[in-house]
């Protein structure tokens, strides 16, 4: 039989488990030499495939599951306003597909799920399954607050103005390992009814394949 001390141990336990550490990052500037520009309109962006930088800015490694998250950075050095969507950003592979990016609740979802409270509940029995349920919802919402707070946001382009974020991708089951691939990032002018497409070579992406 457990003692009082024990079975109240259990959920502080559970609970520490699920906890999120969320951080705070250096915002992404890019050198002028690394910004490729079309038309008054730059972007620059790199892949953030290191494990540990993804583990301190996510509290989790990403490459587990197949997500690859990349740092953008757009500006417009036009005098006409601009806006940019984040659903208006793709990754192309060689083989020519298009990934679309993956919404921060997505991701947050994919690679919070190593928290699952399951194994807790079939470890401590029902005290344990409420608590590790409650403590995975918080740690969940947690994640989900801070993935938005980092990630690229539809946003609108002054002259010389920039922004910044991170955007995530996946690709479908099948896919090959790659190291190289191309971003691509639209820039719409509302008052021309026009829009200009800036591409960026990415390299050491290090994907190594999706079964």
């Known amino acids: 039989?457990?003692?009082?001390?024990?079975?109240?141990l259990i959920p502080f336990t559970i609970a520490a488990c699920a906890h999120y550490d969320a951080s705070s990052i250096v915002p992404f500037?890019?050198?002028?030499?690394?910004?490729?520009?079309r038309d008054g309109f730059g972007v620059a962006a790199e892949a953030y495939i290191d494990g540990e930088s993804q583990k301190r800015t996510f509290d989790a490694d990403m490459r587990a599951t197949g997500v690859i998250p990349?740092?953008?950075?757009?500006l417009n050095k036009n005098t006409q306003p601009v806006s940019v969507r984040r659903s208006e950003i793709t990754l192309k592979l060689a083989d020519g597909?298009?990934?679309?990016?993956?919404?921060?609740?997505m991701v947050a979802a994919q690679v919070g799920e190593a928290?699952?409270?399951?194994?807790?509940?079939?470890?401590?029995?029902?005290?344990?399954?409420?608590?590790?349920?409650?403590?995975?919802s918080t740690s969940r919402s947690q994640r989900i607050t801070d993935y938005r707070r980092k990630e690229f946001k539809d946003t609108q382009l002054g002259k010389d103005q920039s922004a910044q974020g991170f955007v995530f991708f996946k690709p479908a089951p099948g896919t090959t390992p790659f190291n190289e691939a191309e971003l691509t990032v639209r820039?719409?002018?509302a008052d021309a009814g026009t829009s200009e497409v800036v591409s960026v070579r990415l390299t050491r992406v290090q994907f190594e394949g999706a079964k």
């Open 1 to 8: 039989m457990r003692s009082t001390k024990q079975i109240w």
């Open 29 to 37: 500037q890019p050198p002028v030499e690394r910004i490729s520009v």
């Open 97 to 105: 597909r298009a990934i679309s990016t993956l919404s921060a609740e």
């Open 187 to 189: 820039f719409f002018n």
């Open 115 to 136: 928290g699952s409270p399951v194994a807790a509940s079939l470890g401590f029995g029902i005290l344990g399954s409420l608590v590790a349920a409650d403590a995975h």
């Open 70 to 74: 990349i740092r953008l950075y757009v």
